[in-house]
């Protein structure tokens, strides 16, 4: 079956330090990969997205490229800022139709950035 | 657009009373997903629904939980009778699936349950 396994947090960091947090997968055939971001209370909301090998998703300053070779997906960020400080999870889902859209998630990673 | 709606926000009730979640999701979606998180066990997926009908329930933990969507604009979640250990968030997420397509799951802001 599908997984995602991601860095185990919590992960803490300074302001304006780089940020990698590592995601790989095992799927078959070509899934899609997502990074979501959980701020304290709040539901889960989509941060970036990739549908094909090599695709970039990029927002609000994160990038992440899907690496087919070495099913990653990891989550970078070259300059953190205190209001990055959430929850990420890294998610997958089939590409077929008969998965309606199911995603299967990470664990999850604390990211805490201290001014 | 308002997104996807939960009610209540929070939740407190006594072990053993009945417990109703309530979901609105985005308008068009035709894929509505419950899922349950907490501490210990993180984002778990309950029961999905495709087109109002139950595709996968197999993470509903217990026959205490039932789910139900009698239309396109309604979801509720219901636990009875409801135990200390049922407390987390529960969130409804939802979206536009169509076949062999990749759109977006959006998630409500959740549900805190605590079951005293």
């Known amino acids: 079956g599908n997984s995602v396994t991601q860095m185990e947090g919590p992960v803490t960091l300074s302001e304006e330090a780089f940020l990698t947090i590592n995601c790989t997968y095992t799927?078959?055939?070509?899934?899609?990969l997502f990074w979501y971001v959980q701020y304290p209370g709040e539901g889960l909301q989509l941060l970036l997205k990739?549908?094909?090998?090599?695709d970039k998703g990029s927002n609000k300053g994160f990038e992440a490229t899907y690496r087919k070779e070495t099913t990653s997906f990891h989550l970078e960020k070259g300059s953190v800022q205190v209001s990055d400080s959430a929850v990420y999870f890294c998610?997958?889902?089939?590409?077929?139709?008969?998965?309606?859209?199911?995603?299967?998630f990470g664990q999850g990673t604390i990211l805490t950035v201290h001014p | 657009d308002a997104g996807v709606i939960q009610s209540p926000r929070h939740e407190v009730t006594e072990m053993g009373q009945e417990v109703t979640l309530r979901c609105k999701p985005i308008?068009?979606?035709?894929?509505l997903f419950w899922y349950r998180q907490t501490m210990m066990r993180g984002l778990e997926l309950l029961i999905y629904?495709?087109?109002?009908?139950?595709?996968?329930d197999s993470g509903m933990p217990e026959d205490r939980f039932s789910a139900k969507m009698p239309n396109a604009s309604f979801s509720t979640l219901k636990i009875q009778p409801s135990e200390p250990r049922d407390s987390a968030v529960y969130f409804c997420?939802?979206?536009?699936?169509?076949?062999?397509?990749?759109?977006?799951?959006?998630f409500g802001p959740g549900t805190r349950l605590t079951v005293l």
């Open positions: 629904f495709n087109n109002n009908v139950p595709i996968d």
């Open positions: 308008s068009g979606h035709n894929s």
């Open positions: 799927a078959t055939g070509y899934p899609s």
């Open positions: 997420a939802s979206s536009l699936e169509i076949s062999g397509g990749r759109d977006t799951q959006y």
């Open positions: 990739a549908t094909k090998a090599d």
């Open positions: 998610a997958l889902r089939d590409a077929g139709g008969t998965s309606y859209g199911k995603l299967t």
